[in-house]
């Protein structure tokens, strides 16, 4: 069985002379002639990570060149190697062994992205974002960026259905507070109340994956009236409906309806007591 290259074109495709650069002479370039990719994909670097591998780099060195490009007569920019080379500045090293290439900005973007992607722990969010800049500046289809990156076409669809979550949930998903696995449990409800709703139960329980993954296919099999490919926005009435049940409960009520006027009513509780509160409220008619 033939092993598939899991950086799949990878570097070797995005660097028209990647096979001399592995012969290339590495030259050591000062680090206050370095300036950032103003194309990277991460946001955050883990700081005690950034410690760790600069405490390895003055003990034994870099071992890994970084990537650069030159930009004037004494400047360059980072192609690859940003977190080697911020970790360097860490260690307290004046210079970093690098490979210097020219490359233009869209090979660029796609050579830091595969970078990212392949060799660093990029969060789900970050991923997503670096896929849909990709297609956005460069017009890719999610077929040419599953060649780009060796990834299959769906997992990049699912990826970038993260996107489509509340600002909140996706903040959790970076944070680490829910996994990738609970994020795509909720992508398949449409409203997003009630997504954010199941979100704070996950937080409140520790809800495993496969508990909200029930959720869902309870509120599909109840109804199929919250669980569309497409989310739509819900008709005024049933606005001013879910505003007027979210004051009457002190809870932020979720309201979803199909095409066919049916749908469901959802009631969140914070505790056994303010159960109690809700059903009271119910049974009392106010």
Request: glycine letters at 6%; hydrophobic letters at 40%; aromatic letters at 6%.
């Amino acid at each position: 069985m033939v092993k598939r290259n899991v950086l799949g074109r990878g570097l070797g495709a995005l660097i028209d002379d990647a096979e001399k650069m592995k012969q290339a002479a590495i030259s050591d370039v000062e680090l206050s002639k370095i300036e950032a990719n103003p194309f990277q994909p991460r946001s955050k670097f883990d700081e005690e990570s950034l410690e760790e591998l600069a405490a390895s780099i003055r003990e034994i060195g870099l071992i890994q060149p970084i990537t650069l490009r030159k930009t004037g007569t004494d400047s360059f920019q980072i192609i690859a190697g940003e977190r080697r080379f911020r970790a360097a500045q860490k260690a307290g090293l004046e210079s970093i062994p690098s490979y210097i290439r020219h490359a233009k900005d869209d090979a660029m973007l796609e050579m830091a992205l595969v970078e990212n992607i392949q060799r660093e722990d990029l969060d789900a969010i970050e991923i997503a974002l670096s896929y849909q800049r990709l297609m956005e500046e460069l017009d890719f289809t999610q077929e040419e960026m599953s060649n780009r990156v060796g990834k299959k076409r769906s997992t990049i669809a699912n990826y970038l259905r993260l996107l489509k979550l509340p600002a909140v949930i996706q903040k959790a998903l970076r944070d680490k507070d829910i996994s990738m696995g609970h994020a795509r449990a909720l992508i398949n409800i449409e409203d997003s109340d009630v997504q954010e709703m199941i979100f704070e139960q996950i937080l409140k329980y520790g809800f495993s994956v496969r508990k909200v993954e029930e959720i869902v296919r309870t509120l599909s099999e109840e109804g199929d009236d919250s669980i569309q490919p497409k989310r739509k926005e819900l008709p005024k009435e049933y606005r001013d409906y879910k505003g007027h049940l979210g004051k009457l409960f002190g809870s932020r009520v979720g309201i979803s309806v199909n095409g066919k006027g049916k749908g469901k009513i959802v009631i969140p509780f914070k505790s056994e007591q303010d159960l109690e509160r809700i059903v009271k409220i119910i049974e009392n008619g106010k």
